[in-house]
C-alpha cells in the first residue's frame, strides 16, 4: 500500500465526520473545548460524562496509526541511475551475455 498525501485531509476529514456522526448518535455532548476542562456543577448532565471529541481525537489517532507504516515504507518502485551503479575505479560493466 503506497500512502498518498495529497488524499490525507480529506481521509482525516472523513473519519471525523464519521466518528462524530456516530457520537452524535449515542447522545454524547460535542461541544465547544472549554466545557471539557470545566468542573461544572451540572457536567453530570451528559451521558457517560465523557464527551464526543474523545471519540473524534481517538479514531483520528488510530488512522495515524494505521498510516504510519505506509509512510515509513520505503519505495521499492524507485531505480537508481546507471552512473549511479559503476565501480569507483571508473571500469564498464561486463558486456551481456549471449542467448
Known amino acids: 500500500m ?3 498525501s495529497e488524499r490525507l485531509p480529506g481521509l482525516f476529514i ?11 448518535f449515542l ?10 476542562f470545566s468542573f461544572a456543577a451540572d457536567s453530570d448532565v451528559a451521558y457517560a ?4 471529541w474523545y471519540a473524534i481525537i481517538t479514531s ?3 488512522l ?3 498510516l504510519a507504516p505506509a509512510y515509513r515504507s520505503r519505495n521499492s518502485a524507485v531505480a537508481l541511475p546507471a552512473n549511479a551503479i559503476e565501480p569507483a575505479g ?3 560493466p561486463p558486456p551481456p551475455r549471449p542467448s
Do not use: H, R, T, Y
Open 27 to 36: 447522545n454524547l455532548p460535542i461541544e465547544g473545548i472549554a466545557p471539557m
Open 64 to 66: 495515524c496509526l494505521l
Open 2 to 4: 503506497q500512502a498518498k
Open 14 to 24: 472523513l473519519v471525523a465526520s464519521i466518528s462524530g456522526g456516530i457520537a452524535n
Open 60 to 62: 483520528c489517532f488510530l
Open 49 to 52: 460524562n465523557i464527551s464526543g
Open 90 to 92: 571508473g571500469a564498464a
